[in-house]
């Protein structure tokens, strides 16, 4: 997907290079203090947690499009004007809204009993009545897609694939196939409905939703998850006979419906028109309270932001924090962003989102020019005390600001520990309670010193090496 980022380089350039690249740059001592200073005082941080919290209480759930997320950032504006920022503005975009009004999953034969089940975001509804069928069971959806049509037409589909629990959130990327394809692959091949079994790596009935697929899913049919026991309970039905279940799904769904991004900054003096960019996204999924997903981000990146604004002087650049809308259906808030800013990208010079949880960062990868590298070494060594390692330069960014990642902005993505974030996210689980102050405090110091230090030295991350001459080509 990336390109080697010295190819092309002469070999004894590449080894000289990969030798440079290994030393960090000089930082100043009084960057060096400040930043560290920063990371001391997040370990008390108020600023953040409340912000969070405010946000999940005040506010609730945010579904994209919904009068939910325009209260979300009618409060979002209030609070960063009341803390201070400069240039507290949203900027509005328009966005297609799905929204659930009711759903049920219900086995009816051998035995009646209810499953606890969700519908997807973007499912199509049933009809009013709902539908009933026998229950075909796939493994993977790959395996549904290779299944013949006399398997699967009438029937309603069942894919039964487990998202495996990693602390990366590698296996949540595998997970989220079956997520999107379904509802097409079952209704292609004419099946009444599409059941999978949650996302989710949680033991409990906690369904996980999502949305099923971000473009072109026309004529696609109603699609539901349902939890990780009911999944089980219906897989052990499955391994005594045939088994038929009714779907419900009615669905509210409008063409155009308002969202925007939140934007406050931290003016910048004398390379003010430079900007270092850390975001999160503003809306939730509708289930739980979007504490983990992603109130969490936006409270790191505001504490962050807020802090370093509490300085005596304010950085060199300037810092704008965006607070994405309608990230969760179609990453609609980024590209308007990148729409928006799409002639003034250049002056973008480092870019970073949170939006993982609130488990602690314990890696920094970056995306950097070549002759930059010695700057994500700086920032890895200034970062080590809090337990955070050294991470390649292959970087994309994340959700929000892949878009920025992919136009030639230098991003850094401070990875967190996810072992247990999937086992929230996306579910009615999803709520304050289950973010950890200390680690949260963790990702507002790590945000704070290097968003200060990219602020303040006027590195270019974009730098790349000279080119070699040996004068015997
Ligand atoms: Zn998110």
Redesign the pocket.
Known sequence: MFKPVFAGVLATGWLFSVAAAQTPAPLEAEIEATAKSLMDQARSDEIGLAFVEDLTTEVGQRLAGSEAEQRARAWSVAELTELGFDNVRVEPFEIPFWSRKSESVSVLTPSPQMLVATALGGSAATPLEGVAGQVVRFESLSELQAAPISQVDGKIVFIDEKTIKTMDGSGYGMGVRKRSGCAQAASDKGALACLIRSVGTQPHRMPHTGIMARDGAEGAGPVAAISGPDADQLSRLLERGAVTVAVNIQTEIKTNAPSGNVIAEVAGTDLADEIVLIGC?LDSWDLGTGAL??GAGCGIVVGAARLIADLPEPPRRTIRVVLYGA??VGLFGATAYARQHGDNLDKHVLAAES?FGAGPIWRFQTRFGEAALPYARTLQTLLAPQGVTRGDNRAFGG?DIGILARSGVPVVTPGQNGIDYFDYHHTPDDTFDKIDATEFRQNVAVYAAFTYVAAQTGWDFRKQAEPETTGTE
């Open positions: 996204h997903d992603d990230e969760e939006d959700p």
